[in-house]
């Protein structure tokens, strides 16, 4: 496999189609190399619209769908960012290029073994993986200008909501299969939120979301 013409075809036929079109976004895309987080096993399937399987049973979003939401939580260098899901650690990485620090949060310890040796081999020194209950969130460490799930829930819980600050965002697939939105919370100065769907897609649910939602449309 010619590793970067699949990398170019992905991000010019796969991601750009998709409304990425932030140069910065897509200049990420060809720094943080996405074969690098891939299982072994899998690792011809790394360019490919899919999602990939993770040790436990988890999965990575296709290629489109991370872009995306990196792209739509329109970070800055100075934001601090709550992970949900830390996955093969391939999130975390395109996040702690576009902000200040990336906790990412995985309640499956071999994957925590397996983003922590990616994020360290790849040299991203800005994000850390924590072993957690991701609907629980990190409340001693937070409050967060940026909370992210990169699985799908039924509702996000109201603990994560409590820990984005004001005027901070909260970006989760929302709803059951088949139809699920991306979804961008917005928390106003008075705590109080707003949110916008994205677009359409479908992701694996993340382990033990609380059904009951601490915002509804």
């Given amino acids: 496999m010619n590793v ?32 690098n987080f891939v299982p072994a096993a899998h690792r011809s399937l790394a360019f490919m619209d899919i999602e990939i399987p993770l040790p436990g049973g988890q999965n990575m979003l296709a290629p489109r769908v991370e872009a995306r939401m990196v792209q739509d939580l329109n970070l800055s260098k100075r934001d601090r960012v709550l ?30 073994e397996f983003a922590r040796t990616n994020l360290r ?14 609907s629980e969130g990190l409340p001693a460490q937070g409050p967060f200008d940026a909370i992210v799930l990169t699985g799908s829930v039924t509702a996000v819980p109201q603990t994560l909501f409590d820990q984005v600050k004001a005027g901070g965002r909260l970006l989760a697939i929302v709803g059951r299969e088949p139809v699920m939105q991306a979804t961008l919370f917005t928390k106003a100065a008075d705590g109080s939120l707003t949110s916008r769907r994205l677009f359409d897609t479908v ?5 033990r979301m609380a059904a009951e939602a601490g915002f509804t449309f």
């Fill in 83 to 112: 992970l949900i899901g830390a996955g093969s650690g391939y999130m975390a990485a395109l996040i702690a290029h576009k902000a200040q620090r990336v906790i990412a949060m995985e309640n499956r310890p071999e994957l925590v």
């Fill in 121 to 134: 081999n790849n040299q991203v020194h800005n994000a850390e993986v924590a072993l957690g209950e991701g």
């Fill in 4 to 35: 970067e013409q699949a990398r170019f075809n992905m991000i010019e036929q796969q991601i750009r189609p998709w409304d990425v079109l932030d140069t910065s976004v897509l200049a990420l895309l060809s720094v943080v190399r996405r074969e």
């Fill in 203 to 207: 992701a694996t649910p993340l382990d």
